[in-house]
């Protein structure tokens, strides 16, 4: 495996239901990113992780829940979500945080999330 | 106002021709610029970055950036209908974060 993976590729769910994402990056990268892109909309970034540490939360409901267990992993818990959540979640991973500016973020393939 | 501003499209131009794409952003302390692209259904990919004034050239494409103007472009030559995709232009403030424009969709005709 190369570069940054996600697990599901595709997920439905029931709002009452709980589900994770996966993220994994083999890059060795500090920093992990979760991303939300809604059709029409620019990508939205929801967290960030440096060295297993959240180091921003972008007034995200408490629907999402991350987790950084190290460096290397990130998931999404997601709970009683609503269907304006359906959307492209993505992951991506640099370098550094808060770094050199040409340091860049590698995004995984996505988790096409929908919720009825 | 919207932080990075990107006419959302589509832009369609012919085969061979030269596609140009723009972005203007509000932040004056912005530090480095990203051109991402990505195809339907699909993750952005990195294209190529820049963070000094000029040109910066990478095969087909070429990045521009001014500062003053607060405004950076891709240019795509000899424009292929494999490049039909959304560009995403990023842009890297000193607080670190990377702010995404809605992204312009290209349609590039045989």
């Known amino acids: 495996e190369t570069g940054v993976t996600q697990t599901p590729r595709h997920l439905v769910m029931g709002m009452t239901n709980k589900k994770s994402l996966k993220c994994e990056q083999h890059l060795g990268h500090n920093a992990m990113y979760w991303y939300k892109q809604s059709a029409k909309k620019p990508l939205e ?72 | 106002q919207k932080e990075v501003e990107q006419n959302s499209g589509p832009l369609s131009v012919p085969e061979g021709a030269i596609a140009s794409l723009n ?13 991402y692209r990505q195809y339907s259904g699909k993750s952005p990919e990195l294209i190529m970055f820049i963070y000094s004034n000029g040109d910066k050239e990478d095969g087909r ?43 312009t969709t290209l349609q590039v005709k045989p």
């Open chain 2, 61 to 103: 494409f070429t990045a521009q950036l001014n500062k003053a103007s607060q405004y950076v472009s891709l240019l795509i030559r000899d424009s292929q209908p494999s490049d039909s995709a959304t560009y995403l232009c990023a842009v890297k403030s000193n607080t670190g974060k990377l702010i995404f424009g809605q992204g």
């Open chain 2, 23 to 35: 972005c203007t952003y509000s932040d004056r302390g912005s530090q480095s610029f990203f051109w």
């Open chain 1, 45 to 116: 970034l929801m967290f960030v992780y440096s060295l297993e540490e959240r180091v921003e939360n972008n007034s995200v409901p408490s629907r999402f829940s991350p987790e950084c267990p190290n460096s290397s992993h990130l998931f999404l818990h997601l709970h009683t979500l609503q269907p304006e959540d359906s959307a492209l979640y993505l992951c991506a991973s640099s370098q550094e945080w808060r770094t050199t500016s040409t340091d860049t973020q590698y995004f995984g393939p996505g988790t096409r999330l929908t919720v009825l």
